[in-house]
């Protein structure tokens, strides 16, 4: 770029009005080497825009995740618990059940016992009427021979 | 916002948060600790920074406030401000002794200006933002930022004459 341009946009720097673009315009101008005496000034102040651009921040930058960290806790914790009342439940139904199954079974065999201590009763019973008919049958068969 | 969000548009902010700092507390430590504070803060209120049109002038408005804070409890401590660790990164070798010379002096000038024009400045001339942005981030209207800014550019030049003819007289 010639030099009476530059100076103009100089001009305009001062006051504040350059673009955005413009400014890049001097920027550019002031990388070379070979600038006139009565510019060095600016060719200092933008060479340090330059090198102050350039600056790095070079150390770590810690992310905390706590909050993640709280939202898979109540997850864990939502699931344990629906865990534990699923057991809990899973137990006092088996217990139920076999608490019934046994009074069950008890009461069955105290039918079965019922039936058979009748049946006992019952066959002595016919028993004793089968020895009597005998008897009688015997004395019949005596007194006619 | 979530966290690959937050990677891809806060994240890459953390040079510009770290030069603005630099540029306000001149220590490098400070800077380091002040940009890993703004990021903390920032990240903490990620769910919140949707809401703001622009995320990076919220950031610069955000590292403003926290150095000029910083600051002013330094000096309520009466601590003066005297850093010098400041790098002179090298230039190409081919420029000559007195232009390193005269970038160098550019800083320790910028550091003696006014907080305002320093702050417009960096933003200007080395972040290269618009003026309306700028604006927006010291809320100030944008010819405000120009007049600064030009008085600004002007003092430097002109301090950076003064010390040349006092070198060679």
């Known amino acids: 770029m010639e030099l009476a341009n530059i100076e103009k946009l100089i001009e305009k720097y001062e006051n504040a009005e350059t673009s955005l673009q413009e400014e890049q315009e001097l920027k550019d101008y002031f990388q070379q080497t070979d600038v006139p005496g009565h510019l060095l000034e600016y060719q200092a102040m933008f060479n340090y825009f330059d090198e102050s651009n350039a600056e790095r921040f070079t150390k770590s930058i810690p992310l905390k995740t706590k909050k993640t960290y709280w939202k898979w806790l109540s997850v864990a914790a939502a699931i344990a618990i629906m865990f534990s009342i699923y057991t809990y439940n899973a137990n006092t139904i088996n217990d139920l059940e076999k608490k019934e199954a046994e009074f069950a079974y008890q009461e069955t065999q105290k039918a079965l016992q019922m039936v058979s201590k009748n049946l006992n009763k019952g066959s002595s019973v016919a028993i004793a009427g089968l020895r009597e008919f005998e008897k009688t049958q015997n004395k019949i068969f005596i007194t006619n021979k | ?169």
């Open chain 2, 1 to 169: 916002m979530n966290q690959a969000e937050f990677v891809n548009t806060v994240l890459p902010l953390k040079d510009k948060v770290f030069r603005l700092a630099k540029r306000l507390l001149i220590s490098i430590d400070e800077a380091e600790d002040a940009t890993q504070d703004l990021f903390l803060k920032l990240w903490k209120n990620k769910n919140k920074l949707s809401e703001y049109r622009s995320v990076e002038a919220f950031a610069m408005t955000m590292t403003k406030n926290y150095c000029l804070d910083q600051l002013k409890a330094k000096r309520s401590n009466n601590l003066s401000l005297v850093h010098s660790n400041y790098k002179d990164n090298n230039l190409s070798l081919e420029r000559s002794i007195e232009l390193k010379d005269c970038v160098s002096r550019v800083h320790q000038l910028m550091t003696d200006l006014p907080e305002k024009q320093k702050i417009i400045m960096q933003l200007r001339d080395i972040e290269n933002f618009e003026f309306e942005e700028i604006g927006k981030i010291l809320d100030l209207q944008p010819t405000a930022v120009r007049v600064a800014l030009s008085r600004a550019r002007k003092t430097i030049r002109e301090q950076l004459i003064k010390q040349q003819n006092y070198g060679i007289s």
